[in-house]
């Protein structure tokens, strides 16, 4: 663990309905800020349009598959991840500009890998959109590897899928797996979740 890590009165918890102004505040401020200079103002529009809205973020709430960062009673970060197919997969993973660098994003990602491992899954995926380098570098030292390239179409960038084998890290142990990760160091209850609980189509989305 970090310093920043270490010091950082962050709280890493399921999001509740009330947190959903929250939840798209986060991704209406970081997206403008991370994929202007790479995919242009057209790219986030689109979006926001179809991945931040209150209809796209519900159902993962409702579920309870949204993860929240709180820092002093506010909402700093988010996650969340759902099934596609038989696979388990990270949909999103964002944390405001000003809170970057504190170790947030790491932590809402554990928290990620160790639900998913509670679900019998094996395997985490992951995807970004080409020419993010930072959520390359991100998810290589969180012990992702290069899977795919999903070609974009329509003048869309294309999707670089990454996956993360969850077997290796419990055979590691936690200690052991986030040391070679990375050098540097009211919701319905998990029973009430439907056994059907893939993340609708307007959730999705290339990071």
């Known amino acids: 663990m970090s310093p920043a890590e270490a010091q950082s009165p962050v ?9 959903l102004d929250a939840v798209l505040r986060v991704g209406h401020e970081t997206w403008r800020v991370t994929y202007e200079p790479i995919a242009g103002p057209d790219y986030v529009a689109m979006g926001l349009a179809k991945w931040w809205t209150a209809d796209a973020v519900i159902p993962g709430i409702r579920v309870g598959r949204t993860l929240v960062a709180d820092e002093d009673a506010a909402v700093v970060g988010m996650a969340s991840y759902g099934s596609q197919g038989n696979e388990l997969v990270l949909w999103k993973l964002y944390v405001l500009p000003g809170h970057q660098g504190q170790g947030i994003g790491r932590r809402l990602l554990d928290e990620v890998v160790l639900r998913a491992s509670q679900l019998g899954h094996r395997t985490l995926h992951v995807s970004h959109i080409d020419g993010n380098d930072h959520a390359a570098r991100f998810y290589e030292r969180n012990g992702f590897r290069y899977t795919h390239r999903e070609p974009g179409g329509s003048g869309l960038p294309d999707e ?3 996956a993360k084998d969850l077997a290796k890290d419990l055979v590691m142990g936690d200690d052991q797996a986030a040391d070679a990760a990375s050098p540097d160091g009211s919701v319905l209850p998990d029973d009430s979740v439907p056994p059907d609980d893939s993340v609708p189509p307007g ?3 290339a990071r």
């Open 203 to 205: 959730q999705r989305e």
């Open 160 to 162: 670089i899928w990454l």
């Open 11 to 19: 709280t890493i918890r399921t999001a509740t309905g009330d947190d």
